[in-house]
């Protein structure tokens, strides 16, 4: 009998309709409603704990963080052979990941959601719940850290992006793809990542925001972020991870007051690096203390930041890997 923990948070994948509006009201049903659905196979055992029923937008990095101290708890309690966090798509590519860098356990932990409710006609909220539950079962996925699972693909939550606003095939990996399926029950991993990443948080979480570069762009938006006190700063650069060289300026404010300043690129596919030598590009950057966040979307090149600055570890080595 495999035991798994699914830990509720709310999302569309526990909504129902607002009879005044109409609408979808998010985190309406409790995980125990919606697990009685989803035909879990008799020789697994869910236990379900539904932590918050918050629509995802509504989360908060000190929710995942109790999220992970109620993990520990039962991990130490009693057996567990997998773990399975439901919530709704909008945050969670960003949630996976930051759930991947805290934890390091060796069963598998397995995130999904659902882009429609549980009582809309084609409903994805019981089949994701079941395969992610089927997942989480996986021997194969043991030391990989966290995954999502979402259409019947496994993504590694490093990679993972919500590529639809509405449709079922919600989300995907760009140049990397899938690690597996989940088919008529069976789960079958094609590929794995090569190392593990874990951050201990040891200190409270920084504030980190994210800017994106457009032509004419200008330093304000920096300024602005400089004066509400953030402690890092993602800039989501364009094509090897360029900036306005009007941006210069108020960059290098940043690099002075020792805020922590990271470059990413708005291209789905390939990684930033120092190919030019001109005023703001990447080279430039470099050379002012700004550190290269690799292949790192800005989501998640400020989950890593915000994690690393809230831990002990050398943040220039942090987008190493």
């Known amino acids: 009998m495999k035991k798994i923990l699914m830990i509720a948070t709310g999302g569309t994948i526990a909504s129902d309709k607002n009879e005044s509006s109409g609408k979808l009201a998010s985190g309406v049903l409790s995980g125990e409603e919606i697990i009685e659905k989803c035909d879990i196979p ?21 929710d995942l963080i109790q999220i992970k101290e109620r993990l520990d708890a039962y991990v130490k309690k009693e057996h567990v052979d997998g773990i399975v966090i439901t919530q709704g798509t909008d945050t969670l590519e960003e949630a996976s990941y930051f759930m991947h860098l805290i934890s390091n356990y060796r069963i598998p932990i397995v995130f999904t959601g659902s882009q429609r409710s549980p009582k809309e006609i084609g409903t994805d909220s019981f089949i994701n719940i079941k395969n992610a539950v089927l997942a989480a079962c996986s021997e194969d996925l043991k030391d990989v850290g966290v995954t999502v699972v979402f ?15 509405s449709n079922i095939q919600g989300f995907n990996a760009f140049g990397y793809g899938y690690l597996g399926i989940i088919d008529n029950n069976m789960v079958r991993v094609f590929q794995k990542p090569t190392y593990r990443e874990y951050l201990e948080i040891t200190k ?3 504030l980190v925001d994210i800017i994106k570069v457009y032509m004419d762009a200008d ?9 509400s006190g953030v402690d890092g700063l993602i800039l989501e650069g364009v094509g090897r991870g360029q900036v306005a060289k009007e941006m210069m300026p108020a960059i290098k404010a940043c690099i002075r007051q020792g805020i922590k300043v990271v470059i990413t690129t708005s291209a789905v596919e390939g990684e930033v690096y120092p190919t030019y030598d001109y005023e703001g590009s990447t080279y430039d950057l470099l050379e002012n203390g700004v550190l290269l966040g690799r292949d790192y979307d800005s989501k998640k090149a400020r989950i890593k930041l915000l994690a690393g600055l809230a831990s002990n570890v050398e943040l220039k080595h942090l987008f190493d890997i």
């Open 42 to 62: 008799s020789d697994i055992q869910v236990k379900v704990d539904s932590f918050v029923q918050k629509a995802s937008m509504h989360l908060h990095f000190s």
């Open 151 to 165: 259409n019947e693909r496994i993504f590694h939550s490093r990679y993972v992006r919500k590529e639809h606003a």
């Open 204 to 206: 409270g979480i920084p």
């Open 219 to 227: 330093g304000k938006y920096i300024q602005a972020a400089i004066d």
